[in-house]
């Protein structure tokens, strides 16, 4: 058949903010952030991220400018995720781990325009701006303070403060249009073990098909109780910043990571679901008798990086935690493999078992190939 | 930052072919077909698809030429939906419903190069070719005959038989390159209750993005088993045609939706899933007590169309289907809004519960846009 239509010419372009948008109209009054005693739903979220992108206009912010952030899980870094793309712009989320002049490579390389910080953060963003702008003799970056939301402290760096561009934005801003899905949304840079950090750009397309895939290759539900252990920074939090939203569920932020926090916050919010490092499942493991909670509903875990060994495993599903493994790397967009379980694995023994969920065996559906031995096809831009 | 990367150049293209080389790498021993006494795996049906591929390649079937097929929810209708498309053509599934006439305007309309016949069909399928020759002065496809897998019949129309094709077909054949996701994987037609059936063509990456969002829209976990209730003519099955694929499950092919191939076959094969218009929840509620089969494990069915009446939805729940709703039209790759359920809905009087099942609210997340009034947007190629 020569006739045959092609579609594709007024095509609606793949992109993790419409699951935002989604969220505000099909979720409205469900909770969409919980942080101490703050609770937002997503027609709130929706709002607040509206009203963030129209400030960052108003500052100048224009299309495929780079806006770094240094912060822990908050709110704002959460929000961020989707507000500073809605500006047309690519959100940097860096590494606080990483030392002040390591910041200040990756502020240079990315020419950063806006720069966030976190309150606990500002030391360090201090000495990194001073070593930009006298080693790299880079201008000054334009500064916003993020205060912490639940207990404002008034520590300030320069003029600007998050909660104040969210209030003075417009609550009915019409986000940039997205005319080509392949331009960048996020840039992260590699934790530089073996050299410089390196940076890798996401596309909004390839976001949006990686969120999909993880959903799936970890078999996320609907309304999902997510916690906040793993990174933000860390390849978008595996893109679970934007797949909460995509699942209509509940984003439980933490400042730190520690046995207590994770182990309340847990009870207090029934939480389903949590991405973690294998350093993750120590802490938990080690917690003191009074940090522990009895954990009534296992809590699914998603954890990245060096299979966690048996012995581990084992002992971590015992205290009520679900483990399902996963690799990947920076480059992939996070996880691209995941294990996915077997139901007939389920009449192995036990230390059986447990090897099998140390593996990490299946590519994502969106992953286009994979050698395990060479990686030599992970990096492309498969999706 | 102007030097950002942009991805795309070398993209590898949606598609749901991908899914069954992923299940044939992945999934290669689990059943991927059952139908009466044959089993196949998806090893073996991704096999029996390269050689049906390379045979229709033999045939002279070149990118975009239309192949029809008028058959039931038998194997090779299921493989069809792969095998057609690795070949580079477009696969048009024919409602066995139609009379000859309306099969024969589908025919001349889609210029289908070669018509494949469920031997049931053969009647229907000659008075067709008839009009197609006399009416429309159209020359005669190239016809193979579908006889049944369990049974043979010898029945024939012509020379070429559909397990010969597969028989005699390269197993090692290497897919047709997918150069443009854009490039159409099917051609359906609507059912014509208005007008003469209207032509609706599918792209890879549209199959690809709604064969995902129903997944997750339905929140189908790996290995389902899913039985063919839904025909596979009525938008490629809704697009688990190729979904079951993409998650490693079993399909479950019958011939006839009736009470008793559907209570013996979910209680033989453990059935998981199965979509359904609503007359087959009453030809499950009508079933003689000889047909019926207890039900241990509820059974998810998605029903699409009009919405059920709450007392239908009662009785089929008491008798172990748990029911979602979903509404769409094949200008829509199949359903667009399902009705995803709300945890605390589970708190609510069960005549509520009914009334709330019975709609069909949200968009799925590939869905651009849609308004229920109007539905001026859901035509769209939205994805």
Request: with cysteine; net charge negative.
């Amino acid at each position: 058949m020569d006739n045959l239509p092609k579609c594709g010419a007024n095509y609606v372009p793949l992109t993790p903010l419409t699951f935002l948008t989604r969220a505000s109209n099909s979720y409205a009054n469900r909770t969409s952030i919980i942080y101490a005693n703050i609770r937002f739903n997503w027609r709130e979220t929706h709002e607040r991220c509206c009203r963030l992108a129209s400030s960052l206009r108003s500052l100048d912010i224009v299309k495929n400018d780079v806006v770094s952030v240094l912060a822990p899980n908050v709110p704002a870094m959460l929000e961020m995720h989707f507000a500073v793309p809605m500006a047309g712009a690519v959100l940097n989320a860096i590494n606080t781990r990483l030392d002040a002049r390591n910041v200040a490579l990756i502020l240079k390389h990315s020419e950063a325009k806006i720069f966030f910080i976190d309150y606990e953060y500002i030391d360090k963003a201090k000495k990194a701006i001073e070593i930009l702008m006298s080693d790299f003799q880079m201008p000054m970056p334009l500064v916003v303070v993020i205060d912490d939301l639940d207990s404002p402290t008034g520590i300030r760096f320069g003029e600007l403060e998050y909660e104040q561009l969210v209030f003075q934005g417009n609550p009915e801003y019409v986000l940039e249009n997205i005319d080509d899905e392949w331009d960048p949304i996020t840039l992260s840079y590699t934790s530089g073990t073996t050299s410089e950090p390196k940076g890798v750009v996401y596309s909004h397309r390839g976001a949006f098909l990686s969120t999909l895939s993880l959903i799936l290759g970890w078999e996320m539900g609907t309304e999902p109780v997510y916690l906040w252990s793993l990174p933000m920074f860390h390849c978008n939090g595996w893109t679970f910043t934007w797949g909460i939203a995509a699942r209509g569920g509940t984003n439980v932020c933490i400042r730190n990571t520690t046995a207590q926090e994770i182990y309340s916050n847990i009870a207090l919010h029934k939480v389903t679901h949590m991405c973690a490092a294998p350093i993750v499942l120590n802490i938990i493991l080690e917690a003191k008798p009074h940090e522990q909670r009895q954990i009534t509903t296992p809590v699914q875990v998603l954890v990245g990086g060096a299979p966690p060994p048996a012995p581990l495993l084992e002992k971590i599903e015992r205290v009520g935690f679900h483990v399902v493994h996963a690799y990947g790397l920076t480059e992939a967009t996070g996880p691209a493999l995941v294990c996915e379980w077997q139901a007939k694995w389920n009449k192995l023994p036990w230390e059986e078992q447990a090897r099998l969920k140390a593996r990490q065996g299946l590519g994502i559906l969106t992953l286009a190939d994979v050698d395990v031995k060479n990686f030599k096809n992970i990096g492309k831009c498969a999706s």
